[in-house]
Structure formats: structure tokens, C-alpha cells
């Protein structure tokens, strides 16, 4: 064989090659972007839900003071209160939790209960906070 017609055959391997294995590398970097996405996630998601727990404490504030109507009131902290639950919910399936409950979860000093409170929306966040807290202690 001449060595014209091996160059070309080398050639042609690599690109034969290349040109089967360039899928592969493509969805590994593919799959290493959606990874590295879901980290820089976490931050993000913790700082929103961090956002919202703010935003739920001062709509508190600014009702009790008087500077908002009841029905601005509810509706708002409905609203914030519905997304805090939402992101903590995307938090728990990205595998992180809000810095607040990594904290409280560090302290083993219990604190007594709330106050019972007519919201059904807090009421059922209360009592996923205690069947979590059941289950995790069996």
C-alpha cells in the first residue's frame, strides 16, 4: 500500500471516530451542565425562600401597625405563604433544605410550640413539620 493511501485510511479512522464518540462527549458535558445548574440551584431556590419567609414578616408587621386593609393582608400572605411552601418543597427534592432549617436542626435545645392559629395554610405546614418530625425521630 502506498503510504499516500494510509494517510487517507488513518484519515478517515479518526474521523470515523470522532464522528461516533462525538455524542458521547456531548451528553456527558450535557449532563455535567444540567449537574452543575442544579448546584448553583440551590442557592438560588434558598435565596427566594428566604425572600418570601422575609416578605411574610413584614405583610405581619405592616397589618398590625395598620397599613394594610385585611383583605390586602390575606390575600398577599396567602400568596407568599403558598410560594415559601413551594420552594421549600423544590428545595427538598434538589437535596438541600433552607439554611433556616439546617440551623434549627444544628440546635437540639426544642422549643415550645406555637400558638395554634386559624390559617389552614399554616396549620397544614404544622402538621407536615410534625409527621416529618415523627418519622425522623423513629
Do not use: C, H
Not at 434558598?46 to 385585611?70: C, H, I, N, P
Not at 407568599?80 to 433552607?98: F, I
Request: avoid cysteine.
Amino acid at each position: 500500500m502506498s503510504s499516500t493511501g494510509l494517510i487517507v485510511s488513518i484519515v478517515m479512522l479518526l474521523v470515523g471516530i470522532a464522528w461516533l464518540g462525538l455524542p458521547y462527549l456531548r451528553s456527558n458535558r450535557l449532563m455535567l451542565n444540567q449537574q452543575r445548574e442544579e448546584l448553583l440551584a440551590r442557592p438560588i431556590l434558598a435565596a427566594r425562600y428566604e425572600r418570601a419567609v422575609a416578605t411574610v414578616r413584614e405583610l405581619d408587621e405592616d397589618f398590625q401597625v395598620g397599613k394594610l386593609s385585611q383583605e390586602t393582608y390575606a390575600t398577599e400572605r396567602a400568596r407568599w405563604v403558598e410560594e415559601g411552601a413551594a420552594l421549600v418543597e423544590a428545595l427538598e427534592k434538589s437535596g438541600g433544605a433552607p439554611e433556616r432549617a439546617k440551623a434549627k436542626k444544628a440546635k437540639a435545645v426544642r422549643q415550645p410550640a406555637p400558638a395554634p392559629t386559624d390559617d389552614p395554610v399554616e396549620q397544614a405546614i404544622a402538621a407536615y413539620a410534625r409527621a416529618r418530625e415523627q418519622s425522623r425521630g423513629k
